[in-house]
């Protein structure tokens, strides 16, 4: 080799090298330099969580946003089966819920209003005239502050001012991501306030579990440890019912697939375009006994999921169109994908037959979520 062509190579070779140092790449695929920058004077990052099998859950602090989870199918193949960004800019640029953590209140507050111990207080509404999923500053905007404990663990904190959107008292909440050994993503909230004030957390994965975001959810399989449902208005706010799912579309207490039924001409589907209802789970607030439970024939993944909290909402996707690019290029359509949110139930402050909201000083909040995975094989 000449010396032209020497210095050639050693400048194409310092190039490759210089390229790698700006890319520290995940097994989902995503740049953890593409997630960092500066909002409003915080940092943005992205932080990997893997444990013992090779399941990788990536978590960025804007929004506690879960972004991938890649999990294995029969063959031990890992995909992600979350519906996510490529880039933080991407996230701030499309305003969605994909894997975030919603709050104050996830669900509407019917007419951005409610009553606690004589004081009416008057949120910010922001879905017409009500105040859902915490109003349009809510926690899934927010900047946490992180704290990876382990390869396995990350602690996210954020303090909520007092009369943010609304909401008496100065919230501070903490939550942990844990992914186990037995390929159990576990997540717990906590948090505590200094004046009386309704509080309801839950998180907001778009999960496929086949890993293929171009097709629909319709044929997987859905089971709901559920008697009894919250419907709706033709407006979409919740009645303050508490009705028997037995003989209506809603009866997931032998499963189905979730594409059965969910087209019936009836009111609490059409409103909806499909399901985004709550259950009323049968379990009590016990986690250790099986809330719901979803499987994919094609790749044989299973998702089980246990909480204390006595709602489970299912959301069928129905508002994706294909005009959200998200990773890998995939336009998501209609349906590619399902939520289940565990909560507490939409307009409890208003509706006192509901299990209360309310969090008072000196009292702790509280709140489980476990989505479990493995196959259909396996179990």
Avoid at 106 to 116: K, M, V, W
Wanted: include cysteine.
């Amino acid at each position: 080799m000449n010396g032209k062509n020497l210095i050639m190579a050693a400048l194409l070779l310092w190039l490759c090298i210089s390229c790698d140092k700006g890319k520290e790449m995940t097994l989902s695929g995503l740049n953890v330099r593409d997630f960092q920058t500066e909002i409003d004077g915080q940092l943005t990052n992205l932080f990997v969580l893997k444990n013992k099998n090779g399941m990788e859950a990536c978590i960025t602090n804007y929004g506690g946003r879960l972004v991938s989870l890649m999990v294995p199918d029969r063959n031990g193949k890992l995909e992600d089966i979350v519906c996510g960004y490529p880039t933080i800019a991407d996230y701030l640029a499309q305003k969605q819920n994909f894997g975030a953590t919603i709050g104050r209140y996830i669900g509407r507050i019917h007419h951005s209003t409610f009553t606690l111990d004589s004081i009416t207080y008057r949120l910010t509404p922001n879905t017409g005239p009500h105040c859902a999923h915490g109003g349009p500053q809510g926690f899934a905007s927010k900047i946490w502050q992180a704290e990876q404990l382990d390869i396995n663990a990350l602690k996210l904190t954020l303090l909520s001012p007092d009369g943010e959107c609304g909401f008496p008292g100065l919230v501070e909440v903490h939550l942990v991501y844990l992914l186990t050994d037995d390929n159990t993503l576990d997540i717990r909230y906590e948090a505590e306030t200094d004046k009386p004030t309704v509080l309801n957390l839950s998180h907001h994965s778009f999960f496929n579990l086949s890993a293929d975001f171009t097709t629909s959810v319709e044929d997987q399989l859905l089971f709901i440890n559920a008697d009894a449902y919250t419907p709706y208005d033709s407006l979409k706010c919740v009645t303050g019912e508490i009705l028997p799912v037995a003989g209506t579309p809603f009866d997931f207490t032998t499963p189905h697939l979730i594409g059965e039924r969910i087209d019936t001409d009836i009111m609490q589907l059409k409103a909806m375009k499909g399901y985004d209802h709550n259950w009323v789970l049968n379990t009590a607030g016990d986690d250790t006994k099986l809330a719901a439970r979803l499987t994919d024939p094609k790749s044989d993944r299973s998702l089980e999921v246990y909480t204390d909290e006595p709602g489970l909402q299912v959301y069928t996707a129905n508002g994706l169109s294909g005009a959200m690019v998200g990773k890998r290029g995939i336009a998501y359509p209609k349906r590619s994908a399902v939520c289940l949110e565990t909560q507490h139930f939409a307009d409890s402050p208003n509706q006192p037959q509901f299990p209360s909201t309310v969090l008072r000083p000196g009292e702790k909040y509280k709140s489980h979520c476990v989505y479990r995975f493995g196959t259909v094989a396996s179990e």
